[in-house]
């Protein structure tokens, strides 16, 4: 049986918490920490990963916006459009 984790697509925090979640999976199984990631790419795999027309889509401004908190808590380098681990 699956397991409710209790996503609320109404709550800011539970959206930053899974785009902050979305980069380090990502940047654990398919990207090298030395990869770039670009934020249209992001983007492209938040908005895959939730089930169709259940939840708001991300849109570029909401993940632009935890990106750079992601880099203020020193956790990533945003430049531009590119985000990248700090070694």
């Known amino acids: 049986m699956p397991v409710n984790y209790g996503f609320d697509s109404d709550s800011l925090t539970h959206r930053k918490q899974f785009i902050f979640g979305s980069v380090e999976y990502l940047f654990s199984t398919t ?3 030395t990869d770039d990631m670009s934020i249209s790419v ?16 991300f849109d570029t401004t909401e993940v632009v916006r935890a990106v750079a ?3 203020e808590k020193g956790r990533v380098i945003f430049e531009g459009d590119i985000l990248r681990l700090i070694d």
Do not use: G, V
Request: aromatic share 10%; proline share 9%; charged share 25%.
């Open 42 to 57: 992001l983007l492209t795999y938040l908005n895959a990963a939730m089930p169709p027309d259940k939840h708001e889509d």
């Open 31 to 33: 990207y090298e920490s």
């Open 69 to 71: 908190a992601m880099k």
